[in-house]
């Protein structure tokens, strides 16, 4: 499957814990971008990258939550001291340069207890 | 800022009668638009963009959408709805220079056999 891919495709924590997702784009998009999808609600767009330089972040990116791309190729999103509110699915989407279509990978469900 | 309402929760419909499914937005600036499907535990699909041009923009799985600046609207239509067009619909904005999306919260399609 050459897709947009996610791991850990769920994940449980308890609050106040640190969690991370990894993010493998299509292997030729330089863009990578991160959502976060709450129950009934559409998603929300977190941070962007273009190769490595993270270009955008959101107001919704609290000082709690980092996002890398060391290598312009896979991604990680960082979660620190984990909150009830946190609960989402985080979705990841890649995008090839000079095209306006987002690829989203399946998402990273992420329940906090 | 940018925003996107989806005015219904839920559309019902028969099986081979048309089906509309309602989208507004608000952007400063020329609106990309987006339409994307959510079928359950799966990713988001695109299914169809407006940049530029002709209002009447045709996608995926024979959907299609109208741009309506006047009405700041763009409804995803289809002539005649399958069981199988029944998932969850976004509708999407972005403008020029910004590469994230705003989602609405989306609408659910039920088709009836």
């Known amino acids: 499957d050459t897709g947009v891919s996610q791991d850990p495709r769920h994940k449980i924590t308890k609050r106040g814990q640190n969690v991370t997702f990894r993010c493998d784009p299509i292997?030729?998009?330089?863009?990578l971008y991160w959502y976060r999808q709450t129950l009934g609600q559409g998603p929300e767009f977190l941070t962007y990258?273009?190769?490595?330089?993270?270009?955008?972040k959101s107001r919704l990116l609290s000082d709690r939550f980092s996002a890398e791309r060391p290598k312009g190729s896979f991604s990680t999103l960082e979660i620190q001291r984990t909150e009830q509110g946190d609960s989402a699915m985080y979705l990841c989407?890649?995008?090839?340069?000079?095209?306006?279509?987002?690829?989203f990978g399946p998402g990273t469900r992420l329940t906090v207890l | 800022a940018q925003s996107v309402a989806q005015p219904e929760d839920q559309v019902n419909v028969a099986e081979g009668n048309p089906l509309t499914v309602k989208c507004t937005y608000s952007?400063?600036?020329?609106?990309?638009l987006f339409w994307y499907v959510q079928y359950p535990n799966r990713g988001l699909q695109f299914l169809l963009k407006?940049?530029?041009?002709?209002?009447l923009v045709k996608g995926s799985y024979g959907f299609e959408a109208e741009f309506n600046k006047s009405q700041t609207s763009f409804h995803l239509k289809k002539p005649s709805a399958l069981v199988s067009d029944s998932a969850l619909y976004f509708c999407?904005?972005?403008?020029?220079?910004?590469?994230?999306?705003?989602f609405g919260s989306g609408t659910r399609l039920q088709v009836q056999p």
């Open positions: 952007v400063s600036g020329n609106p990309y």
């Open positions: 990258f273009q190769n490595e330089a993270q270009l955008e």
């Open positions: 989407a890649s995008s090839f340069f000079g095209s306006d279509e987002q690829f």
């Open positions: 292997s030729e998009h330089n863009r």
């Open positions: 999407a904005v972005s403008k020029t220079g910004r590469r994230a999306l705003t």
């Open positions: 407006y940049i530029t041009g002709d209002n």
